[in-house]
């Protein structure tokens, strides 16, 4: 499965990957910022995509839309390292399936993958 | 100074959080305690927010946390806005509960396990009540809470840092709980 990891933090990028390849993920590609993220999705048409809701310049929630516009089956899973209700709403509005907060783990991460891979 | 901090007839009450649509990520069965080996505490945090902020058929759990972490800062973390969150200090002040009360601790947990059919309780702070009473009694009482809780459908979750225990303490501790795995592995 392909997947996507879209953080402006570099060090939760790397984190996240290892947890994905130690999970057997083998096909992960990661990008730091908005432009960069739409290049990789165009590249690669991840199966999944974690997006940061809060990212330098445009928000999460603009690159959820921007992504669902071109493709509207991609599997938007949005992220944030706090439960704000308001955000985590305008999340799932604009299309996401679900949230993942962060910092993850191995259980919340195989739970989000074994439910929205099928 | 009073050792439980909460004006008469000002006792928080449990209430549902609003759903938030999203996935339950933790399969924690309604009659069981979990420890999880982790410091910070986040695994156990991230469960429990998740069992209370979102439905599983009948809607999510009713939570109670008592934390070491000001109870402000879990609340806009975790979303918690409806959810009692008692914090474990020694500063005077509504929703406190002073540690080496061990007597109001219990009560609290016992009493909501009782007036909550499918409710979670987050106990976070184990290693500060074993610094401010004998270990002894801090076990007493995990016990006690353990024994309401397998005759209820609650569930009870405690994060352990198995560094401040020594391995028969933690053996003690987890002998009557299940552990969540997995947590070690943090993004």
């Known amino acids: ?118 | 100074m009073s050792l439980f901090h909460f004006k008469k007839g000002k006792d928080a009450k449990a209430v549902k959080e609003a759903s938030l649509g999203v996935t339950r990520k933790y399969d924690l069965r309604p009659g069981k305690c979990y420890v999880v080996e982790e410091a910070p505490p986040s695994v156990s945090f991230d469960a429990f927010a998740n069992l209370v902020s979102t439905s599983d058929g009948g809607g999510g759990a009713v939570g109670l946390a008592v934390t070491r972490q000001h109870p402000d800062l879990v609340r806009q973390k975790y979303g918690l806005e409806r959810t009692p969150v008692y914090w474990l200090a020694t500063r005077a002040g509504e929703g406190v509960i002073s540690p080496t009360n061990l007597g109001i601790l219990t009560q609290t947990l016992v009493k909501f396990i009782g007036e909550n059919a499918d409710g979670v309780i987050l106990l976070d702070g184990l290693e500060y009540l074993v610094s401010n009473n004998d270990f002894g009694k801090v076990l007493k009482v995990i016990d006690q809470v353990h024994d309401h809780i397998s005759q209820s459908g609650s569930r009870f979750i405690l994060p352990v840092d198995p560094r401040a225990f020594e391995p028969r303490e933690l053996a003690l501790l987890e002998r009557n709980m299940e552990r969540i795995s997995g947590a070690t592995d943090e993004g």
């Open chain 1, 1 to 118: 499965m392909r997947i996507l990891v879209v953080d402006d933090s570099e060090a939760f990028r790397r984190v996240m990957t290892e947890l994905l390849l130690k999970a057997g993920y083998r096909d992960v590609k990661a990008a730091g910022g908005y432009e960069e993220a739409l290049e990789a999705y165009k590249e690669s048409h991840p199966e999944i995509v974690f997006v940061d809701m809060v990212l330098p310049g445009r928000s999460g929630v603009d690159l959820t839309r921007e992504i669902l516009s071109a493709d509207p089956k991609a599997k938007i899973i949005a992220m944030s390292s706090i439960m704000n209700k308001s955000l985590i709403k305008e999340s799932l509005e604009a299309g996401a399936k679900d949230f993942l907060l962060k910092p993850t783990n191995a259980i919340a991460l195989s739970s989000i993958l074994s439910t929205w891979s099928e």
